[in-house]
């Protein structure tokens, strides 16, 4: 084995798993970094469908149980793309194990586990174990670039946080159940999947925390027909058997962040028309910003203190050498997407690994998410009662 190497292996090859294959292919082809991710194992539970996505996808070989994969002296990185119900059962298995981890996003199905593998995390980073939660738009250049000018100063002090994340998957009640839907596999419906990206991505960008929310969720569509076969956000029904949905189709919330700015929240997979449309604006006391994940490359900024007969909305497009992450692409204007959010991750993954630095975002982190969204459905429970986010 080569020293440097960092030996993955992954649990899960649909939606994310195809994305983080992509991030642990191209990382070390276009950053310049003092370890190399090698892909050694990909895990699934059908042997056939696991091994084709093996050699689909880039890894040197497949695997059906991840309880041995984790155990494995030949993986040092194991990177958890299931669903939220076995988040905590193989991040505690893999930091036992002494292996650095990557988890998808939501942290956890539910608070407690959350606060069992942040307890796991800790006591592993004394051995110099990493751990990292999947909170990808953090590393969208445009976004990271928010956050820096929001530190610098440059809106002043934040009044108004405005974050949306709608989708429109599952508009038609003949969309089957598939484990999205179900709180035993995704512990929350829209609120955990798209509402838990706004909740972190505010957080990191305006460095406040959410102390107190009010919430209001709503299941349109009660009962669908069982799914046939389900990947990503696709699936096929099985035909007239149905069952319950366990979890909201849409979240709104109020919230109170801790340095004083208000803001709204809305994640919902029934906005007819809107794919994949997550906007982020802040209103500040010297400025605003906003942005847009259909024109990613792209971010809005109002600056206060411009002369008055030069005040506007400023596009910055996101792609000179200057800007985050974006010197290791294209020349200026040639556009990067949805998938590099990825590659940044995993290469800030694999730099804190070799630096022995804690990554961000932590599993703390998580918990901090997992903390709002518990807040926010013990609230919508009691009509919206104002609800404090607990502690860490
Ligand atoms: N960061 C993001 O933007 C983003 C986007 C989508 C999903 N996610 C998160 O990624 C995770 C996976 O979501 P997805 O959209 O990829 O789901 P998916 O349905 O596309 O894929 C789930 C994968 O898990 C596998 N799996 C299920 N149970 C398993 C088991 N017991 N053993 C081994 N493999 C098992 C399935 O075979 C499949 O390969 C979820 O936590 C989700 O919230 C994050």
Redesign the pocket.
Known sequence: MNRSDVRVGM???????T?HSQAWRTVNRVFDLTVRARMVAV????ATAVAAAADRLGWERSETD?RAMVERDDIDLVDI????E??AEIALAALAAGKHVLC???LANTVDEARAMVAAADAARRSGVRSMC????RRVPALTLMRSLVAAGRVGEIRHVRATYLQDWIVDPQFPL??RLRRET?GSGALG?IGA?IIDITQYVTGQRIIGVSGLTETFVKERPLPAS????SAAASGTTTGPVTVDDAALFLARLSGGAIATYEATRFATGRKNGMRIEINGSAGSLAFDLERLSELEFYDASRPAEEQGFTRILVTEPQHPYMAAWWPPGHLIGYEHSFTHEVRDLLEAIATGTDPQPSFSDGLEVQLVLDAVERSAAAEGAWTHVEKE
């Open positions: 649990v899960g090859y649909a939606f994310m798993g994305a895990c699934g539970r059908d991840w793309c299931v669903p939220g076995l988040h998808e996003k939501p999947g909170f990808n738009y598939v484990w995704a999947d990206h389900s990947s990503g956000l």
